[in-house]
């Protein structure tokens, strides 16, 4: 896949990370918070099933060798799912957006420094804090009202 490719897609991502939570939101206004999260989660596994199934290269019988650590994977997607569906309605979907950049992005600068799960380790610098920190002063900018 060339890095052309790779680029489209993940800006395709973006934009279903965006629409995602509002779309969740007004299903949890006609069936509730925790089930919006359950139905959103049931349908991408459905689609995900289908498409492992039609192109998937992986084997499902070798999940025996996983450690248990690897499979709650799943956990914290349901946990940000279900809090994007509580924020999106309170603080808008661009502050809930801003706030879960941010805050992957520490956590990210923070894994990628200590080489977290096994991850190749890259260290922390200035420009780096520099760019978290400046994306931080803009989610401040984004959520001050």
């Given at each position: 896949m060339s890095n052309l490719?790779?680029?489209i897609l993940m800006v395709l991502g973006?934009?279903?990370?965006?629409?995602?939570?509002?779309?969740?939101?007004?299903?949890a206004q006609k069936i509730g918070l925790v089930e919006s999260a359950t139905v959103s989660f049931l349908v991408g596994s459905a689609?995900?099933?289908?498409?492992?199934?039609?192109?998937?290269?992986?084997?499902?019988?070798s999940l025996s060798q996983a450690r248990s650590w690897e499979l709650t994977?799943?956990?914290y997607g349901a946990f940000f799912v279900t809090m994007t569906i509580l924020a999106v309605p309170r603080i808008g979907t661009?502050?809930?957006?801003a706030l879960t950049i941010a805050a992957q992005l520490t956590a990210g600068?923070?894994?990628?420094?200590?080489?977290?799960?096994?991850?190749?380790g890259?260290?922390?610098?200035?420009?780096?804090?520099?760019?978290?920190?400046?994306?931080?002063?803009?989610?401040?900018?984004?959520?001050k009202r």
């Open positions: 490719t790779l680029f973006g934009a279903c990370v965006a629409i995602q939570p509002s779309i969740n939101a007004r299903l689609a995900l099933l289908v498409l492992a199934l039609i192109a998937g290269r992986g084997d499902f019988r994977g799943g956990l661009t502050a809930t957006l600068l923070l894994m990628d420094h200590y080489g977290v799960l096994g991850m190749r890259i260290p922390l610098d200035f420009r780096r804090l520099l760019g978290v920190a400046l994306l931080l002063l803009g989610t401040a900018l984004i959520l």
